[in-house]
């Protein structure tokens, strides 16, 4: 804890009971909150984290090296309401969890990466190739065991270690985040192929140690994660602020919420706690056109004097109204200029 101080990190502060939803719209000063702590005994090194894009309150997370293939369906209260068994993949070392939504048929998509790879050492050494595996989001939360798609993936530059990965919402491709001192942003192919080796490519910067990263909801900005803050980008090597996160244990995954208002964040361990923690307002959502056009609109109109609030709704023109607020102001002025002089 006292190391987490000394580098600037904000404590706890107010508590959420732990009913409270992952979705629930942030305001400017709720800071963090304690969403829930994982109740399941399985759960023991939560290392990624999810907001089901079509399950209303539902977070997935999976443990890290040395578990067996498994997704865990998380309610708000921190108890487990499914368990999802990958059937046909290895957990080797399962660092990372994305979703998105399928454009053509609007089913959920998780995204599992086994993407760590302790042994590579600046592009040397480590595994060959890494892997991502697809899964449709099932329609129920029930246990069951599912079959994944498997892409797998080489980096152009050698091989790394990673533990972030996430989806754009805009365009369905997929970028892996690396967990260096000199980290970096990968794009991978716009369309993925199963019968070769993906080639994973560097398209920017990524912070020291990174340990997670997701895209926003609306695809305006991605987060990144490091074990001591968080890293807000417009794009890759485009940084648009940095976000004060809770200390944690070993704080392992990171994602927004399903308004993009706030980010969830976790830690490993038995019991681990998931944290709430709202986005300034440089990192929010914009508004909607509709919104913009309806709120814009007062301020038109009275700029061009037609009927706006404050004229009184006669429909005339504001020169006219200025040059006849001034004519009268000279009058008054010429009046008591009379009255002192006699």
């Known amino acids: 804890m006292a190391l987490l101080a000394a580098a600037g990190v904000a404590l706890p502060g107010t508590v959420l009971t732990e009913t409270a939803l992952p979705g629930t719209a942030a305001r400017a000063d709720d800071g963090e909150r304690l969403l829930f702590r994982f109740r399941d ?104 065991t599912l079959r994944a798609v498997r892409y797998r993936f080489r980096y152009a530059d050698g091989p790394r270690n990673a533990e972030g990965l996430m989806v754009n919402p805009r365009t369905g491709r997929l970028y892996v985040v690396s967990k260096e001192f000199s980290g970096s942003v990968y794009a991978a192919p716009a369309k993925l192929r199963t019968d070769r080796v993906n080639v994973l490519r560097r398209v920017g910067d990524a912070p020291l140690m990174a340990t997670d990263a997701a895209y926003a909801p609306d695809g305006s900005s991605f987060v990144v994660r490091t074990y001591f803050s968080a890293s807000v980008y417009r794009a890759p090597g485009k940084p648009l602020t940095r976000v004060a996160m809770p200390p944690l244990d070993q704080a392992e995954s990171i994602a927004y919420t399903g308004d993009g208002m706030a980010l969830l964040t976790g830690s490993e361990g038995e019991r681990s706690p998931v944290y709430r923690v709202a986005l300034p307002a440089v990192a929010r959502p914009s508004p909607s056109p509709s919104r913009v056009r309806a709120s814009a609109r007062p301020r038109a109109v009275a700029a061009r004097g037609e009927e706006a609030e404050g004229n009184g709704g006669l429909g005339v023109p504001m020169p006219v109204l200025w040059a006849a607020v001034a004519l009268g102001a000279i009058g008054a002025i010429g009046f008591l200029a009379y009255r002192t002089g006699r």
Not at 95 to 112: K, M, N
Request: proline share 5%; no cysteine; aromatic share 6%.
């Open 41 to 144: 005994e399985r759960i023991t090194e939560s290392s990624g984290l999810a907001v089901s894009p079509t399950h209303k309150g539902i977070v997935y997370t999976h443990n890290d090296s040395g578990h067996l293939a498994q997704v865990f369906a998380v309610g708000p209260d921190g108890r487990t309401r499914a368990t999802f068994t990958i059937g046909n993949a290895e957990a080797r070392d399962w660092e990372a969890i994305a979703a998105s939504v399928d454009p053509a048929t609007g089913r959920g998509v998780l995204w599992i990466g086994d993407i760590g790879d302790n042994l590579a050492d600046g592009g040397k050494n480590g595994w060959p190739d890494v892997s991502v595996y697809k899964v449709v989001e099932p329609r129920t939360m029930a246990d069951a």
